[in-house]
């Protein structure tokens, strides 16, 4: 057991423990390597689905089309504004009620 403790290094020795704070300092210093995940499988899956899925180059694009959903929505304003051009004219003006309203047969009359 002797020769097993003296094979160890001494937490006391300057040399191990410069050898330990270097591979720390080596450790903590480096970045690791960013991987697109997301890129890679979007890319095998089209490959694979020969252009089915991921065919088109905006839905994968890093920058979201500001432009096409401006255009959608003024397209989409635009189409609301001619509903209520077209439809407000027609809502027309409220019909008067006599005021004692006739009566209603609840139960229909049953002729055997």
Do not use: C
Not at 18 to 36: F, I, K, S, W
Not at 91 to 103: F, I, L, M, Y
């Amino acid at each position: 057991m002797t020769e097993d403790r003296d094979s160890l290094p001494r937490l006391s020795d300057p040399d191990g423990d410069a050898d330990v704070r270097n591979l720390l300092r080596g450790a903590l210093r480096e970045e690791p390597a960013t991987v697109d995940v997301l890129a890679g499988v979007q890319k095998k899956l089209r490959e694979r689905s020969g252009g089915k899925f991921y065919a088109d180059e905006w839905s994968t694009a890093k920058q979201p089309p500001t432009l096409t959903f401006l255009v959608t929505s003024a397209l989409m304003l635009a189409m609301i504004v001619i509903a209520y051009a077209v439809l407000a004219p027609l809502r027309g003006q409220a019909a008067s009620v006599k005021t004692e309203p006739a009566p209603i047969d609840v139960l229909p009359t049953i002729h055997r």
